[in-house]
């Protein structure tokens, strides 16, 4: 039987756990709402506005056109970054999770980001149930982001007692090199249509992940049962 509080699983946060496609409308609507409260103007009109622009258009300068440069959008942006968003854990993300967790796997978190924004996230999210505060590695707060090693060796410092670690994610451009180079398993959760980058890069061999899944619901018994186990 496999030892499994030996293991250590790390996911990737953005586009691996949620949708960032949902933090960004969460972001364009909760700035149209303050703002037109702010300003009394329909709420209506500037949500339109940002979930709508004019082709070509950021809806910040869109909002920034509508609301006659009332408000610029290097604050738009600022109440962006800082809002708590409305967000909910999808429910293979939340199965996985568990599973992992009953079982006694070691559960990690390294993402890219700014201190408030990724901390919200994973707050509105509600993943400090299942990754204890110092195994949550953000990049603004540890001081390097996934195109370096250090993180990965930071986290390997954390659980040296560890003798098998998985690394989850989604973007081949920095979610898989490094840990591939210290002997991680590496898995990338296929891109539903709703990710915000490609996955699709010309990219040496190094940067693509040892194995793709096409949902978090497989991702157990992979771990259960070694890297070895069939998933799809």
Known sequence: MRDLSRVLVAFDLDDTLYKECDYVESGYLYVARKLARQLHVPVEATVEVVLAPEAGKHPFDALHDYLDGAVSVERMVGIYREHMPYLVLPA?????????????????????????????????????????????????????DKNHIEPWLRMESLTPDCDERWYVGDNPRKDFRYPRHL?????????????????????PDEFYAEMTIKSLDSLPDKIFFGPDATIS
Do not use: P
């Not at 999770?97 to 919200?120: K, P, S, Y």
């Open 92 to 144: 293979e993300s939340r199965r996985c999770l568990d599973m992992l967790l009953a079982a006694g796997v070691r559960l990690a978190l390294i993402t890219d980001g700014r201190h408030v924004g990724q901390w919200n996230k994973i707050r509105a999210l509600g993943l400090e149930r299942y990754f204890k505060k110092e195994y949550i590695s953000v990049s603004a707060d540890v001081g390097y």
């Open 183 to 203: 002997g991680w398993h590496t898995v990338m959760l296929a891109d539903d249509g709703r990710n915000i980058k490609t996955q699709h890069v010309d990219l």
